[in-house]
């Protein structure tokens, strides 16, 4: 079932606050994504100050995706929401909202999980020539998770590994705090690492090698702190590097992993990655050459959609208004909320 007109989407899981308009066929209309500033001197993200900064800018950014899409929302087919997982202020606000819509204009609402949002980015279309077909693999680096995945279908996925500690942002996030980066700090530790030279301080690559596709980052982020503490005149961009190039050569040894264990049950070669963490090149280069050993091909969405957006939140709930899945109103946000639950 094709949505009766375009759907809006709207994301404030975390400290991003988007929206965005898509004609029924994906087409991108029009979208706008405010991250928050307010946290920046509290070193990370503060759940009260992220639901009143949603609350504050959402009305004025849903108005004007919608003016710029050339859509009032009675002409909207559908309104869908990240409803999980996130921070529950965050949740609450951009789901109801949705609702709120949905109810006054008689529109179907879509609950949209954040992963599976982070999943389908590369389906949309015009993205990637000839288009992504399922089943494909894919490693979601974000802020707060980092999993192995394969995706089988819209509302179909499975976990392969994941860390079993932090997540890859939170890991790059904490390294750039350490060297007094500020935050968030993946970005600017990826710039400050194109200055220096990776081999001066060698750092650790936890789990490299062994089986499965799990990751650990912790005991890489407590090195960097040692090495801090042990050399303090070590140059801030060599030790940037350093610890890039360890999350590099782990992802690749993981995603080396987990192909192995997609082509052992699929005929599909496709490696996708997504999520924030995504847009480090040095990640993406590192991915690149351990799918080409392997045969598979690499797809990663565009820099602006790898963050959150509400891009992809619209197009995730396009592909599920196209297979008949819409909510009811009284669903429940969840601040956890598995990808391996959707098939339920
Ligand atoms: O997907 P995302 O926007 O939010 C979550 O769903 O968590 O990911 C944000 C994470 C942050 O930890 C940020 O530091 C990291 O992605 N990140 C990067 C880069 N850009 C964003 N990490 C490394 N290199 C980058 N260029
Ligand atoms: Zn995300």
Known sequence: MQPDGPVLGIETSCDETASALLAADGQVLAE?????????????????IAARAHLDHLPRL????????????????????????GLIGGLLVGSGFAKGL?????????????????????????????????????????GGHCQCVSVEGVGRHLRLGGTIDDA????????????????????????????GDPHRHPLP???????????????????????????????????AAAFQAA?????????????RMFAATHAARTLVVAGGVAANAALRAALAGAAARHGFTLHAPPLRLCGDNAVMVAWCGIERLRRGLTD??????????????LAA
């Not at 108005?63 to 997982?85: C, Y």
């Open 62 to 85: 849903v108005a004007d995706v919608l003016a710029r899409g050339g859509a009032s929302p009675a002409a909207l087919g559908a309104v869908a929401a990240t409803a999980g997982p």
């Open 102 to 142: 949905a109810l006054a204009h008689g529109l179907p609402f879509v609950a949209v999980n954040h992963l599976e949002a982070h999943a389908l980015t590369v389906r949309l279309p015009g993205l990637v020539p000839g288009g992504v077909d399922f089943p494909y693999l894919l490693l979601l680096v974000s």
């Open 32 to 48: 706008a994504v405010l991250s928050q500033q307010d946290h920046a001197p509290y070193g990370g993200v503060v759940p009260e």
């Open 205 to 239: 690559r936890p789990l490299l090698g062994r089986p499965g596709c799990d990751f650990s980052f912790s005991g890489l982020k407590t090195a960097v702190a040692h090495l801090l503490a042990r050399e303090p005149a070590a140059r801030p961009a060599d030790v």
């Open 247 to 259: 999350v590099a050569a782990v992802m690749a040894d993981r995603a080396d992993h987990a192909m």
């Open 168 to 195: 890859a942002g939170e890991a790059f996030d904490k390294a750039a705090k350490l060297l007094g980066l500020g935050w968030p700090g993946g970005p600017a530790l990826e710039r400050l690492a194109a200055a």
């Open 328 to 341: 009811p109103l009284d669903h429940a946000p969840r601040p956890r909320w598995p990808l391996e639950s």
